[in-house]
């Protein structure tokens, strides 16, 4: 996860009181609230400030934030695992703001922007949710168990579990976030339920390698076949292909077979690329041996030419 310096954002240290953070929020979004606010990124930073306030407001949101420590805006970091287990399936959200910034547009414009009295929109959540390249490539359904909090009837938050299915499209892409709408937190005296977000990992594969809508495969080549030229087998998500290997390929090369990777959201594919490897076989034969020798004795060729020419060049 990145991090981001809640304290810096709202312009406090970190010893700061709990009604100077209060002060620095109504100030900063009073300023840059995008009702009001003629900055250019006043939306942005409203949202900034916001998230922050409703994270140090909180005593014991705030004891968690603070267990992370400092790190560089933005630095990806790895929570500690208890951290992970006790806070990873409850994100900080910027809904639980409803009620102070109700107060805070009342003193700017002299109305409350609200809906039936007391309403709360629910909080939006987020959960990881791993898939295979496969599950990618065709799409597939995910069923989820979740222990998510709500609210009783005397206010107090209880964890309720909610199981659903919820559909991955196919082409989902690792680090994606996916919105299942109303499927979050329940909403409070008649407000709407928030969001669930589904954020989209891809497990390790034995052979491809995913960026974006593009795979990688690693090709191994015989030298022999490297160097005269062959037609071989290779496997992609959606079947076996036949690819063409020019004569004299490399090691490292990339053979490019178009729109053979993972869908893409509208229309097309990725494509998938091949990547040559040279594989020596780790038994030779007498006449296999025989031949590498006849081969070694009528090839000039010296893979280390350039060696001698760059030595020259130091001296």
Known sequence: MKYKDYYSALGLERGATEDQIKKAYRRLAHKFHPDVSKEPDAEARFKEIAEAYQTLKDPEKRAAYDQLGT??????????PSWQQQYSSAPFSGEDLN?????????????????????????????????????AYHGTQIELDLNMPEYDGEGQPRRVPHAFTARVPKGATDGQRLRVPGKGGKGINGGPDGDLYLNISLRPHPLYRANGHDLYLDLPLAP?????????????????????????????RQLRLP?????????????????????????????????????????????????????????
């Open 99 to 135: 009620l102070d910034l109700s107060d805070l547009f009342a003193h700017l414009r002299g109305e409350a922007r609200r809906g039936p009295r007391g309403a709360m929109r629910g909080r939006d959540f987020e959960v990881a949710v791993p898939i295979t390249i496969d599950e």
């Open 259 to 315: 729109g053979r990777g993972l869908p893409k959201p509208r229309e097309g594919q990725g494509d998938l690329y091949a990547i040559v490897q040279i594989v020596l076989p780790s038994v030779i034969t007498e006449p296999e041996r025989a031949l590498y020798q006849q081969l070694a004795a009528a090839s000039a060729f010296d893979p280390r030419a350039h060696f001698a020419a760059e030595a020259g060049h130091a001296r």
């Open 224 to 252: 022999w076949e490297a160097a005269l030229g062959t037609s071989v087998e290779v496997p992609s998500p959606g079947g076996m292909l036949r690819l063409k290997v020019p004569a004299g390929t490399q090691a490292g």
């Open 71 to 80: 790190h560089p805006p933005g630095e990806d970091f790895q929570p500690p």
